[in-house]
T-cell receptor, first 116, second 112 residues
């Protein structure tokens, strides 16, 4: 596989369920990101991991819990979500920030999440 | 605070027409980076270009061209001779460290 992959592509879950989103990058990058894309809103950065350490948590509710076991994998654990959490969740990766500035991010296809 | 404004919500053109997407940004940083991404109906954002604030040269890549004007804080994107495959949502973004601030996006529809 190449690029950034995400599974599942679609997920429907009830408010009491626990599920996880998975992201894997095959680009040799060392920074990974979670974004939320809701209808009619700009992309929102949720979490950033650089060299497997979380460097940004953008005031995300605790019902979203990220995990980065190594530089190639990123998870987003979900529990007791609300209907307003329904959105497209995008994972991205990049090289870490260099002296020349931030590198471009490469995105996965996203997981379309519906909370019922 | 950083902000990116894409005032055009939707643009519809007929194939072979040129289309220009506007992007205006705000930042207090003296060094910053601007990006354009394309999001086709499949959902995956595709990186198009990265430009730093010190490089004001315009860039052309095939049918795509970018006009960076620091004096007006704009980084506009033109598709020349548009094709149906160009139909997508296009996002302009501004970086600060790890954080990319995205504009709301412009939906481009190219009709055959």
């Amino acid at each position: 596989e190449t690029g950034v992959t995400q599974t599942p592509r679609h997920l429907v879950m009830g408010m009491t369920n626990k599920k996880s989103l998975k992201c894997e990058q095959h680009l040799g990058h060392n920074a990974m990101y979670w974004y939320k894309q809701s209808a009619k809103k700009p992309l929102e950065l949720m979490f950033v991991y650089s060299l497997e350490e979380r460097v940004e948590n953008n005031s995300v509710p605790s019902r979203f819990s990220p995990e980065c076991p190594n530089s190639s994998h990123l998870f987003l654990h979900l529990h007791t979500l609300q209907p307003e959490d329904s959105a497209l969740y995008l994972c991205a990766s990049s090289q870490d920030r260099a002296l020349s500035g931030p590198y471009e991010q490469y995105f996965g296809p996203g997981t379309r999440l519906t909370v019922t | 605070a950083q902000k990116v404004t894409q005032a055009q919500t939707e643009i519809s053109v007929v194939e072979k027409e040129d289309v220009t997407l506007d992007c205006v940004y705000e930042t207090r940083d003296t060094t910053y980076y601007l990006f354009w991404y394309k999001q086709p109906p499949s959902g995956e954002l595709v990186f198009l270009i990265r430009r730093n604030s010190f490089d004001e040269q315009n860039e052309i890549s095939g049918r795509y061209s970018w006009n960076f004007q620091k004096s007006t804080s704009s980084f506009n994107f033109t598709i020349t001779a548009s094709q149906v495959v160009d139909s997508a949502v296009y996002f302009c973004a501004l970086s600060g460290d790890y954080k990319l601030s995205f504009g709301a996006g412009t939906t481009v529809t190219v009709r055959a």
